[in-house]
């Protein structure tokens, strides 16, 4: 989930524009911004302990190959909410979803002994992907010039194809949105800049994932 305390300035309409420059699945609604929106709308404003949307990390991991133990919350114990919502209506001015109207829906999973945060996003315009740079350069351990490059290439690949960061542990996958917008998913998975969890791995988690809210 997206801490302020931990990357504030950097979560802002500033960064975006830069890189701008340079669960709902099975029998639920397709995903859309309206139905992400509405999502975000209705959650508590300080989080909750229970993912919103139908993401099954269990079978997702499964379907990666992994056969570690896997299941929603942190393995870390509560040291916060485990989910959180922004945008919507909440959306405050100097935050990038006022100028990029849409919702964030941030759910934090296990896998073995090592955390997983599954990000959620949709905006009506496009390059959702971007508001989440910063959870993408400290989860990756990356420069800012790589944040930039890998940005792009996550912004250009095909619906439904993960994007790796060259530390293996975070993975972005656009999404296709049932209506208007734009929409992406990204995970992040152990500590900053590695996981225990092969890439490939990763790669194929994240596309398991994604394929549970189209």
């Not at 975006?16 to 709308?41: E, R």
């Not at 006022?98 to 829906?105: E, F, K, M, S, T």
């Amino acid at each position: 989930m997206i801490d302020r305390r931990r990357y504030g300035p950097a979560i802002t309409a500033v960064t975006a524009a830069a890189l701008l420059a340079a669960c709902q699945s099975g029998g639920a609604p397709p995903l859309s911004l309206s139905g992400l929106t509405k999502t975000v709308d209705g959650m508590a404003p300080d989080g909750t302990d229970t993912c919103p949307l139908s993401y099954d990390i269990a079978k997702a991991a499964k379907t990666a190959g992994v056969d570690t133990a896997a299941g929603p919350g942190s393995v870390k114990g509560a040291d916060g909410p485990a989910v959180t919502g922004e945008g919507g209506k909440r959306a405050e001015l100097e935050e990038p979803f006022a100028q990029n109207p849409g919702a964030l829906v941030s759910c934090t999973f296990h896998i073995g002994t090592e955390d997983v945060e599954v990000h959620t996003i949709a905006t009506r315009k496009p390059q959702a992907s971007a508001t989440l740079a910063p959870l993408v350069q400290q989860q990756a351990g990356m420069s800012f010039d790589d944040l930039i490059a890998y940005m792009k290439k996550a912004d250009e690949a095909k619906a439904g194809e993960p994007v790796l960061t060259g530390s293996g542990n975070v993975a972005t996958v656009r999404l296709k949105l049932d209506g208007e917008g734009d929409a992406a998913l990204l995970i992040g998975i152990g500590k900053s800049g590695g996981s225990s969890l092969e890439p490939a791995r990763v790669g194929a988690l994240a596309e398991a994932l994604a394929r549970q809210v189209q």
